[in-house]
């Protein structure tokens, strides 16, 4: 707790200057994750490349807290292949493998998809909308191409528990703020 007053009395001692210079350094940091953000939609044409697994029901190919980094190019879905879904009016995207495929048409990315976890017993259509008995496409935000196992259990605390993201995010400001300047 000591380290963490000497912060705050560093920047209350600070000029308007330095931390003015300071909070142009935070926005750099914020713009510089946010470039890379965008940087990996571009590359991997998913609206969002990199997911975290939250529940066990891909276990034992994909566990809790697993990061999964996902593709969406023009490729046909095939079984087996593990898509990441998001349903209209469903928050929490899903991460399930592909049980069957149906072909609509002649065009090879006109499919209906059926998936499953591999740790559920039944298929997915219970998750599906009412009425719905396959996955369109559209649905479909890309297909895993990477894990990088465990990494993601910090952001599935900062989720259960939101006074922890909210002193994360004071204390990491905090900490660029007062951050001593090399050169000086």
């Known amino acids: 707790m000591d380290v ?3 912060y ?3 920047f209350k001692n600070m000029k308007p200057r330095k931390i003015w210079l300071q909070i142009v350094s935070l926005a750099i940091v914020v713009g510089s994750a946010l470039s890379m953000w965008k940087s990996f939609q571009i590359g991997s044409f998913s609206e969002s490349p990199i997911v975290v697994v939250l529940s066990g029901s891909m276990e034992p190919a ?3 807290g697993d990061i999964l980094f996902l593709t969406f190019f023009q490729k046909p879905i095939v079984v087996g292949d593990v898509i990441v879904y998001k349903i209209k009016d469903q928050e929490i995207p899903i991460v399930h493998r592909v049980l069957q495929v149906q ?3 002649n065009d090879p990315m006109d499919q209906l998809i059926l998936t499953k976890g591999d740790n ?3 298929d997915d259509r219970a998750l599906y909308p009412k009425g719905q008995m396959w996955l369109q496409r559209s649905e479909v935000m890309g297909k895993i191409e990477a894990v990088l196992p465990y990494v993601g259990y910090i952001t599935i605390l900062l989720n ?7 002193l994360m995010i004071a204390l990491m400001s ?6 001593k300047d090399p050169q000086s």
């Open 4 to 6: 963490i007053q000497g």
């Open 8 to 10: 705050v009395e560093e």
């Open 62 to 64: 994909y566990y809790r």
């Open 103 to 105: 072909q609509r048409s």
């Open 120 to 122: 559920n017993h039944v």
């Open 160 to 166: 259960d528990y939101p006074q922890l993201k909210y």
């Open 174 to 179: 905090l900490f660029v703020l007062t951050a």
